[in-house]
């Protein structure tokens, strides 16, 4: 016979990990106002222009990828050209934000 105590523990270890996992992979919700202001504050203007798209560097504006993608290039760069930017640099909710101004861009 099926103990439904037996059932009830694997439930919730299940709904735990689901929410854990969907916590990790989505991305957070950004502020595109701020974002505006902490890519001027941590000067990728200086390399991808005022507007995102008339620098020296790559366009960025409207930028077709997800934002882990998008991280995943702060923190290492693909082109020694662009600096690194630790967490404690540019909290990933920092970068959300930068995210969502990029995206906001078209
Ligand atoms: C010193 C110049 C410099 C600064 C500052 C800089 N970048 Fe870059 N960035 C580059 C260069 C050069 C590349 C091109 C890398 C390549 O071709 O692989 C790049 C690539 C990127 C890419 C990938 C674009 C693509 O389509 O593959 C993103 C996203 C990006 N930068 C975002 C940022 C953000 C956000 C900041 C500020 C937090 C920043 N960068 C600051 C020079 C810079």
Known sequence: MLNPADVKIPL???TLFGAAIL???STPAGDAANGKRWYAMHNCSACHGQNADDGRALAIADLDMG???F???LRK???PSMPAFSEEKL???DAAD???WLKSLN
């Open 91 to 93: 909290p990933r909710q």
């Open 23 to 25: 916590t990790a992979c």
């Open 67 to 69: 934002f882990t993608r």
């Open 98 to 100: 930068i995210y969502a």
């Open 12 to 14: 919730i270890l299940l």
């Open 77 to 79: 760069p693909s082109s």
């Open 71 to 73: 991280e995943a290039i």
